[in-house]
């Protein structure tokens, strides 16, 4: 049985693009935030054969997101989506970069997405940890949604149509 996890960078504000806003973004406790501010969802789910139970972790189950220069930190973390409603997934934020899950049941295939919004690098080093019952190792998968069209064959004949040739053409 493994469980994985899968980063899709879904959503974007870059403090550095300049724009003025008619709010002021700040941390729940109330501190200015004045690094970038991404929202990238994680998909956990066993891919095994065998169902593995709450009472099948040992060590409880860890994300930890990280980056080169350390100024990583996590502002919030959420269940989006779950594959059925007896997994009863939750997260909470464990430390500034680390996050724990739990769960009731993860059957074969069913599983979680969980919404991490953080301040720091775009793409941060993605770390699960843990011991569960059956489970050997962890497989993570860090594409993000770029990666994913990229792979498409027809992606680079459509970006001719969206270059700055194409902004010539009108």
Request: glycine share 6%; proline share 4%.
């Amino acid at each position: 049985s493994l469980v994985g996890s899968e980063m899709c960078i879904r959503d974007r504000f870059k403090a550095n693009d300049k724009k003025e806003f008619p709010f002021k973004v700040t941390t729940n406790d109330g501190k200015p935030i004045q690094k970038s501010i991404y929202l990238s969802t994680h998909y956990f789910w066993n891919k095994g054969e065998k169902p593995i139970l709450q009472s099948d972790i040992l060590e409880p189950l860890t994300v930890t997101l990280s980056a080169e220069d350390g100024g990583l930190e996590i502002l919030n973390a959420d269940v989006s989506k779950f594959s059925r409603k007896v997994v009863s997934c939750s997260s909470k934020k464990i430390s500034d970069n680390q996050i724990e899950l739990t769960y009731k049941v993860l059957e074969t295939s069913d599983g979680c997405a969980i919404d991490i919004l953080y301040i720091g690098d775009e793409n941060p080093n993605v770390e699960v940890a843990g011991t569960i019952i059956g489970v050997d190792s962890f497989e993570i998968y860090s594409k993000t949604v770029d990666d994913y069209f990229k792979s498409l064959p027809w992606y680079h004949s459509c970006l001719l149509y969206t270059s700055d040739a194409a902004d010539d053409m009108q």
